[in-house]
């Protein structure tokens, strides 16, 4: 679901010293400027690291004449989206009786017609749904169901997934589902499965009476309205929505942000893998944006973030009225500020003061984001930089697909159709063809916008024939790898060095990142007889090398290529690097690679392909689920569980596949999410749930394809006889110790710590 690329989200080995009063003195200082410059009238400050409170403050006015304290009550506004929506949305996916990828279509039936018919769960809570950001108040004049079906009527704006409008339309009809899945309105079922376990007593949806509208901040100057909703939307919806309405106190939260901290509190609405999925970043519109479920991540609208909290490891949300919290999960470290901003006119932007309170706090504890890196310049980019000097005078070919994209969004096609002294006269494409979108075997084609001749080496023939290459000085390739050994792009490349040595043409590799890092070298080597398409060379499953790297690599081992090869290499890439980390737009490279998260899974999942088990392709999250009719899901979840594979959470779900294995055919089996992706260990991962499958369900289970995607003969073959999976790693050591020291000549980037 990347979800991120973004990037899973990971446990830094980071421990704060504790903090002394006196080191918040910068935070308490804003906050009383702010204040005295009449930037708010009050404000209650909130820090607090994992389940502990380090420190709180009341500053200036509730109202007029009237201090601000510590149990102020508050219209939350849109922190309702997180504190209410989306944790309740989770309950439901924890409890098994609702899915992210389920259609909103078949549990809303009036949201239907034309693109909505695809709109996802999790799209909405994504704000990737496509619905409009808000819509007119005169649609709410015949009352909340008139409303709804209403916005069920409306068009989309745009494609489901196609962009991030960050939407209070998505998050009414998410209000809605709750409804409809639960049998209970949103306000009642969030008091009872969320706000109540956690002891948020003071947390419901308005209107307020008794004492606690006395303690409550207006959110106009002239106080009207105090302890009603005032986003007005909500209000005409009886004051309870999906969007805003909440009311809460600054104790209250800080028990909501502690739970999204980490802490472990008695009667926690989430469990850890349902948590870990409700924080797991994704990355919107090829990373221009991040945001996790109801939870703002990197966008527009991260200013509580600052400039010290890290970038996609941290999340939190803002409120119109004026409240937001930040929670930093690698530190533990968080911090909520409760103002009311309209009582001021005109209500001021706080933007400001949120990011100077996030430093101040996150200073205190010593967290220092690390530097955001200038953004990697891809093989292309430096040619482009270069202005194609290496390549004038030349007549080429180019292997690639839609992740051959250079930095400002054209293809590489295009820029290399264009370049001054440079003659591209033919195309290759890959497995699933030149956009990336095919199954099965690949056709010729020609490329509309250049009218190029596209040769398929997904077809008649996997190398480029000597016909192809004739008339040829060149062969470029650029296209984007995930690092693992049975991901048929390096194969490809491979195969076309091969043909360019007996046609004597030369090769030009423009290099890109691997998105799970240099880093990630794991796994037995494929047996020497097994070598094949989906294991060209004898690599370990990950072989933590970057395309570039690779073909420096084949050129000379495992009997030699005779090509020329020329390598232009990326500048400001480092092993260490995540996707997210390189700036680098994501594209799919294939159908089921949706995302940086799945890149990070493919190689644990990826490898119970070849078993009887469906891996999620035909759903809205391949890689990140698997399954069968004749798994029993809550039986594996649990053992899994207790195996405490390092680094996954895992939790019961039930999916039917609308293509390849099971197609049409309920599945039980159980999702999987990455908690620590340093952590983690996706090969022995693999195989430790193969183990399961194998010990749990016996025949059921077809043990003899489950060697398909490993292809090593005497680790499976341990693995099936193992008492114990966790003795099967050690068997490959040797043979990784030996490949690391293989591959270290044809490394070209440094390992920057």
């Known amino acids: 679901m990347f979800s991120v690329f973004a990037a899973a989200l990971t446990a830094l080995q980071f421990v704060p010293a504790p903090v002394p009063a006196t080191d918040l003195d910068e935070a308490r200082r804003l906050m009383d400027a702010a204040v005295g410059a009449g930037t708010i009238p009050g404000a209650v400050l909130v820090v607090g690291r994992g389940g502990d409170v380090v420190h709180q403050s009341a500053h200036g006015e509730r109202a007029p004449g009237v201090p601000m304290t510590l149990d102020t009550v508050f219209d939350l506004a849109s922190l309702t989206k997180s504190v209410a929506t989306s944790t309740s949305v989770m309950v439901l996916v924890q409890d098994g009786r609702l899915r992210l990828s389920d259609r909103v279509s078949a549990i809303l039936p009036r949201f239907t017609g034309g693109e909505k018919e695809g709109v996802t769960v999790e799209q909405l809570l994504l704000h990737t749904g496509g619905l409009a950001a808000a819509n007119h108040l005169d649609d709410y004049r015949d009352g909340p169901a008139e409303a709804v079906a209403r916005i069920c009527a409306r068009d989309l704006v745009a494609a489901p997934g196609e962009k991030f409008i960050y939407s209070d339309l998505g998050y009414i009809l998410l209000g809605e589902i709750v409804r409809a899945v639960s049998g209970e309105p949103l306000d009642r079922f969030s008091a009872r499965r969320v706000h109540g376990p956690l002891g948020m007593g003071e947390t419901s949806y308005g209107p307020l009476e008794g004492a606690r509208l006395g303690r409550c901040a207006p959110t106009s100057p002239d106080g009207a309205g105090a302890g009603a909703v005032h986003d007005p939307r909500a209000r005409a919806l009886g004051g309870v929505a999906g969007h805003a309405g909440l009311f809460s106190t600054a104790a209250d939260l800080s028990r909501f942000c502690g739970m999204l901290a980490g802490a472990e509190p008695d009667g926690s609405p989430l469990g850890p893998a349902a948590r870990a999925e409700l924080i797991r970043p994704r990355l919107l519109e090829g990373g221009a944006v991040a945001r996790a479920l109801g939870l703002d991540v990197a966008s527009p609208y991260d200013s509580p973030r600052g400039a010290r909290f890290p970038r996609y490891l941290s999340f939190g949300h803002t409120g119109f009225t004026g409240p937001c919290y930040w929670v930093d999960r690698a530190s533990g470290v968080w911090y909520l500020l409760m103002v009311s901003r309209l009582q001021a006119d005109p209500a001021p932007s706080l933007s400001p003061l949120r990011r100077a309170v996030a430093d101040a706090v996150a200073g205190a504890f010593g967290v220092e984001a690390a530097p955001r890196a200038a953004h990697v310049k891809t093989g292309v980019d430096v040619l482009v930089e270069e202005d194609f000097a290496r390549l004038r005078g030349r007549r080429l070919a180019l292997i690639t697909n839609v992740t051959g994209r250079c930095r400002d969004g054209r293809r590489t096609i295009d820029a290399l159709h264009s370049a001054q002294g440079v003659e591209l006269v ?24 250049t009218g190029l001749p596209v040769f398929s080496l997904y077809g008649a023939t996997r190398r480029p024939t000597a016909e192809m290459l004739a008339g040829i000085d060149a062969v470029v390739f650029d296209i984007q790898d995930i690092g693992v050994r049975y991901y048929t792009y390096i194969s490809t490349l491979g195969l076309a060095m091969e043909a360019c040595g007996e046609a004597g043409v030369d090769v030009v590799v423009l290099d890109r990142p691997n998105p799970i890092t240099g880093r990630r070298v794991e796994g037995p ?29 084949f050129r000379k081992e495992w009997g030699g290529i005779e090509c020329e090869l020329e390598v232009v290499p990326m500048a400001g890439w480092t092993r260490g690097m995540w996707w997210e980390q390189t700036g680098v737009r994501w594209i799919n490279p294939s159908p089921n690679m949706r995302n940086p998260d799945q890149t990070v899974l493919y190689p644990c999942t990826g490898l119970l392909e070849g078993a009887n088990l469906s891996v999620g392709r035909g759903t809205d999250e391949p890689f990140e689920l698997f399954g069968a009719p004749w798994i029993d899901g809550p039986r594996l979840c649990d053992a899994l569980r207790a195996a405490a594979l390092p680094g996954l959470e895992f939790m019961p779900i039930e999916f039917t596949p609308d293509a390849s294995k099971f197609k049409g055919e309920a599945c039980q089996g159980v999702h999987v999410t990455v908690t620590d992706r340093d952590a983690l260990r996706p090969v022995t991962s693999g195989l430790a749930i193969m183990w399961h499958l194998d010990r749990l369900f016996g025949r059921a289970f077809d043990a003899a394809d489950g060697d398909a995607r490993l292809r090593s003969a005497s680790t499976w073959e341990g693995l099936l006889r193992a008492a114990d999976w966790r003795s099967v790693p050690g068997s490959w050591a040797a043979d990784v110790e030996a490949f690391r020291r293989l591959r270290q000549p044809y490394l070209l980037y440094p390992d920057a710590r």
């Open 426 to 449: 033919r195309l290759f494409s890959p497995e699933h063809g030149l956009f990336a979108k095919l199954e099965g075997d690949v056709a010729d084609g020609r490329d509309e916008a």
């Open 525 to 553: 080597i494929i047996d020497p007889d097994r070598q094949s398409f989906i294991g060209w060379r004898p690599l370990p499953v990950t072989h933590g090398m970057t395309v570039g790297e690779l073909a420096r690599m």
